[in-house]
């Protein structure tokens, strides 16, 4: 599995970047200037069945943690810095688990390593509606979708995965099908959890569901190096709603010895 990536910054120590359910590389470029500019290298990759990276079968974290392995191999990239948002950091997670020694410090940005019920199914249905070969725009494209989903930015955020192809006919970057097959699984609690001793961020969002002060002696059982740190205003995807707060944050964790 070779994961389609981006790179930002020419030198310094390296901070590899996973993103969420649904999203791709293309969704942290402006932090990852901001990133870079402070003296790393930021690498941003899409995840099998997102963005460019190739599609596949399966969708489990336990794959998806070997796809980083393998990436980060590839590229030489030795003690890095691993962030992930949202599935992003389940699979940082769990690749700390089965991987432990390959990287310096974690980063997991609203998600913790718990069960979180399907609720994704919806947004599904209303991908699925979206008749490819008809539509001639993406604002067609959002009028079927916006009877699914009533919050515009979210329906921006899906509609990114949008795309014409060599043929100019309208395609998705996100693997449907499989997805949806999946998506109880993604969802899922990290199977056969080890002990992670490296120093690992969690930041979340003060308006987000994902990570309630209840999640915090189970994410400290497993991480017990763990800090919390919580960007005020912020929900789920707390880079996009409060990049400056969101760069600080990491930037002084990773400074911190």
Do not use: C
Not at 37 to 53: E, T
Not at 107 to 125: G, N, Q, S, T
């Amino acid at each position: 599995m070779k994961l389609f990536f981006r790179q930002t910054g020419e030198t310094g120590p390296a901070i590899v970047i996973l993103h969420g359910l649904f999203g791709s590389s293309d969704n942290w470029l402006t932090n990852s200037k901001t990133i870079a500019a402070q003296g790393y290298r930021v690498f941003l990759v899409d995840q099998r069945n997102h963005g460019q990276s190739p599609r596949a079968d399966d969708q489990d974290y336990q794959h998806m943690a070997a796809d980083l392995h393998e990436f980060l191999t590839d590229q030489q990239l030795d003690q890095p810095i691993l962030v992930g948002h949202s599935m992003g950091g389940k699979t940082v997670m769990q690749y700390a688990m089965l991987y432990p020694g390959t990287f310096a410090k974690l980063v997991v940005v609203d998600i913790a390593p718990k069960f979180y019920p399907i609720h994704h199914a919806e947004l599904i249905r209303g991908l699925k509606a979206i008749n490819l070969l008809g539509i001639k725009s993406r604002t067609e494209a959002d009028d079927v979708l916006q009877a699914y989903e009533p919050i515009v930015p979210v329906r921006q955020f899906l509609l990114k995965n949008l795309y014409r192809n060599e043929e100019g006919v309208f395609d998705w970057r996100i693997n449907i099908p499989v997805i949806e097959r999946e998506l109880h699984g993604i969802g899922e609690e990290l199977t056969n959890p080890s002990i992670v001793t490296a120093p690992t961020l969690f930041i979340r969002g003060s308006e987000s569901p994902y990570i309630i002060d209840e999640d915090i002696p189970a994410i400290k059982r497993i991480f017990p190096n763990a800090q919390i740190e919580t960007i005020a205003g912020a929900g789920h995807w707390v880079q996009a709603e409060k990049p400056v707060e969101f760069v600080d944050a990491l930037i002084k964790f990773i400074h911190k010895n």
